[in-house]
T-cell receptor, first 109, second 114 residues
Framework: GQNIDQPTEMTATEGAIVQINCTYQ??????LFWYQQHAGEAPTFLSY??LDGLEEKGRFSSFLSRSKGYSYLLLKELQMKDSASYLC??????????WGAGTKLIIKP | DTAVSQTPKYLVTQMGNDKSIKCEQN?????MYWYKQDSKKFLKIMFS???????INETVPNRFSPKSPDKAHLNLHINSLELGDSAVYFC?????????????FGAGSRLTVL
């Protein structure tokens, strides 16, 4: 079966750095997405990786290793507004998105 | 202008009733989706329409019926509501189904079945 694993919850301190991991097992691979979802709101797109390596976008970076079935989202200089759930999703060989359950990130002052 | 708008935002109803959720996108996207997000926060694809044609229909009970009058609209009708249907339903759209397919989500419709 297809599976996306990510930690259920993480806590970090304002101003610090946090890394949210995602491992996947899917039928084929056509890219990995990270979305941010604030409580009670819709998911919004953060990043897309299809080749191995690091993609940097401001305070957020996303890394992919296809051979290891592994990705992480790195958030730097954490702000209180970064408190949200972070969803990892993989597009399989049929171009269907397989979603993880999300990691709830709690930022403390 | 809201890119993907869905109504109603909240819906509380009794078991056995029939209800509809409407969705409209003004992005000119070719593909629209309905997702269900349950209390455990998993996003599960229910339906996908590409240019008014159904292209995904996961193992969803036939009490759920999507209707797409045109490529900018995808409505969801639910018959004989059950307690387990309580969830947040998200409409989404994307330019197409291929790689780098970024989804734009609506704000969600929280359905509570009593």
């Amino acid at each position: 079966g297809q599976n996306i694993d990510q930690p259920t919850e993480m806590t970090a301190t304002e101003g610090a750095i946090v890394q949210i991991n995602c491992t996947y097992q899917t039928s084929g691979f056509n890219g990995l997405f990270w979305y941010q979802q604030h409580a009670g709101e819709a998911p919004t797109f953060l990043s897309y990786n299809v080749l191995d390596g690091l993609e940097e976008k401001g305070r957020f970076s996303s890394f992919l290793s296809r051979s290891k079935g592994y990705s992480y989202l790195l958030l730097k200089e954490l702000q209180m507004k970064d408190s949200a759930s972070y969803l990892c999703a993989v597009m399989d060989s049929n171009y269907q998105l397989i979603w993880g359950a999300g990691t709830k990130l709690i930022i403390k002052p | 202008d809201t890119a993907v708008s869905q109504t109603p935002k909240y819906l509380v109803t009794q078991m056995g009733n029939d209800k509809s959720i409407k969705c409209e996108q003004n992005l000119g996207h070719d593909t629209m989706y309905w997702y269900k997000q349950d209390s455990k926060k998993f996003l599960k694809i229910m339906f996908s329409y590409n240019n008014k044609e159904l292209i995904i229909n996961e193992t969803v009970p036939n009490r759920f019926s999507p209707k797409s009058p045109d490529k900018a609209h995808l409505n969801l009708h639910i018959n004989s509501l059950e307690l387990g249907d309580s969830a947040v339903y998200f409409c989404a759209s994307s330019q197409d189904r291929v790689e780098a397919n970024v989804l734009t989500f609506g704000a969600g419709s929280r359905l509570t079945v009593l």
